[in-house]
């Protein structure tokens, strides 16, 4: 049977004795870890995840070994790219606040600056207004609004009023965002008066002015919303 198959006889009894290769057997224990990480994270994470998941568990794999054990096993991420609808409208008449935030999005402590965006989730029944308010300093969200209109009494008023329900502000607070009219409005202005905030706003057209936001919809959008 060897000459037939062009094998060794001694490599015929080896593999009897090790039907499975360490290199092999060490691919099988890493993919197990991989699959259980993929699955506790519902699918979302890719290659670059998955090797920094593995290295925080003390287990030795790079990024290039884990997409290519991925690669093998049919395993990927679900999230994909959505196009984007257009919620910021700056063609108004209203005053624009000034910059003053300037790309610094470090905070030493809460209360010290906010920062809120507005985007859209596409349903069954329409568009739905999704507008959030987040501290710097730990990165939470204090406070969000959710409507099925863009008017700033259904999007940053209520949004604003339950981030000072949840965090009030008592020192200097700089709230950013972009210069859209659901901000730059005179209803949202007047939620400031009497308190110690100030406005800050975002150049036009300029979406790294307030980079976090928009990180933070883009992952929320493309792990939780978008998956098929």
Not at 151 to 159: D, F, G, I, K, L
Request: proline content about 4%; some cysteine; aromatic content about 10%.
């Amino acid at each position: 049977m060897c000459p037939v198959l062009k094998v060794s006889v001694s490599g015929y009894y080896y593999r009897l004795k090790h039907p499975v290769s360490l290199r092999a057997s060490k691919q099988e224990d890493l993919l197990a870890h991989i699959d259980r990480i993929y699955r506790k994270s519902k699918c979302r994470y890719g290659s670059p995840r998955i090797a920094m998941e593995l290295n925080i568990q003390g287990i030795r794999a790079s990024r290039p070994r884990a997409a290519r054990l991925m690669r093998k096993a049919h395993i990927r991420s679900i999230v994909r790219k959505k196009y984007r609808v257009q919620t910021t409208d700056s063609r108004h008449l209203y005053p624009i606040a000034e910059n003053l935030l300037q790309r610094d999005f470090s905070a030493v402590s809460l209360g010290e600056k906010w920062v809120s965006d507005l985007t859209y989730i596409q349903t069954n029944e329409g568009w739905l207004y999704l507008t959030k308010i987040m501290d710097l300093a730990d990165r939470k969200v204090i406070g969000w609004a959710l409507s099925d209109t863009m008017e700033a009494s259904t999007t940053t008023v209520p949004a604003w009023q339950m981030a000072i329900r949840n965090r009030p502000v008592r020192a200097s607070l700089i709230f950013h965002s972009d210069r859209g009219i659901q901000y730059a409005c005179t209803d949202f202005r007047e939620q400031f008066k009497g308190m110690p905030a100030i406005q800050s706003m975002s150049r036009k057209g300029n979406c790294w002015d307030n980079a976090v936001s928009e990180s933070f919809f883009k992952t929320m959008k493309t792990e939780m919303v978008y998956h098929i």
